[in-house]
């Protein structure tokens, strides 16, 4: 199964590592909610490395569950594929678990800021207390102070990867470039959503603005 989004350089090494942590720290029969999940490719990543866990995954398009589940039928019933909104989570019907895991790879980014604090705290509520939360996206970049900074770590990995990933030539055309399909989230919101949902948060992995964030069942 090849990888969907193939032209982000940095993708694989990071979903990479994202399948390593849950199939590192999963139990037997552990279950995972991912939200996004698209035609299944993370979860195969994990399947691969752990056949004994169990998935529920979430997606907007129909026919992209309907390819997942094509996808993942090597591992049979251990995958059920829910469509619906993530801005409206409610009405979906998702099992409440609880989810040892629960996760979101480069889906946050097309949601507004509400949803993405709604996710959160709805994957939050529905952990087991050893459970924990990864999110990988990108982030928003703040400072245009800063930003010609940002500029190089972007050509380093165009020039490394052989390809590149969304840029812009100065930060006045990157705020421009925020648009429904392309709204990052801030670290500092990040922060305060997980600190809200009860999670604590550590950043895992970066690679450029693009980070996988972990957060933990606090207390």
């Known amino acids: 199964m090849d990888d969907p989004i193939g032209s982000h350089p940095t993708r694989g090494e990071q979903l990479d590592i994202l399948a390593s942590i849950v199939a590192d720290n999963a139990a037997p029969e552990d279950r995972i909610l991912?939200?996004?999940?698209?035609?299944?490719?993370?979860?195969?990543?994990?399947?691969d490395k752990r056949s004994d866990l169990r998935f529920t995954g979430v997606d907007l398009k129909l026919e992209s569950l309907e390819a997942a589940v094509q996808n993942l039928a090597p591992?049979?019933?251990?995958?059920?594929g829910f469509a619906g909104n993530l801005e409206a989570l409610d009405e979906i019907g998702i099992p409440d678990g609880?989810?040892?895991?629960?996760?979101?790879?480069?889906?946050?980014?097309?949601?507004?800021?509400d949803?993405?604090?709604?996710?959160i705290s709805f994957a939050a509520d529905r952990l087991t207390p050893d459970g924990y939360f990864l999110l990988y996206d990108r982030l928003r970049l703040?400072?245009?102070?800063?930003?010609?900074?940002?500029r190089s770590i972007w050509a380093r990995i165009?020039?490394?990867f052989g390809r590149g990933m969304r840029t812009a030539e100065n930060f006045d055309q990157y705020e421009a470039d925020i648009a429904p399909n392309n709204r990052p989230g801030r670290?500092?919101?990040?922060?305060k959503w997980f600190a809200d949902a009860g999670l604590v948060m550590q950043i895992l992995h970066l690679h450029g603005n693009v980070a996988l964030i972990g957060g933990a069942k606090s207390g």
Request: net charge negative; aromatic share 16%.
């Open 34 to 47: 991912d939200f996004g999940c698209g035609t299944g490719y993370v979860a195969k990543l994990i399947f």
């Open 75 to 80: 591992h049979g019933d251990r995958f059920d």
């Open 98 to 113: 609880p989810y040892r895991f629960a996760m979101t790879a480069l889906t946050f980014h097309d949601l507004p800021d």
């Open 115 to 119: 949803a993405k604090q709604g996710v």
């Open 142 to 150: 703040t400072e245009a102070g800063t930003f010609t900074l940002q």
């Open 158 to 160: 165009e020039r490394e």
């Open 187 to 191: 670290l500092s919101d990040y922060a």
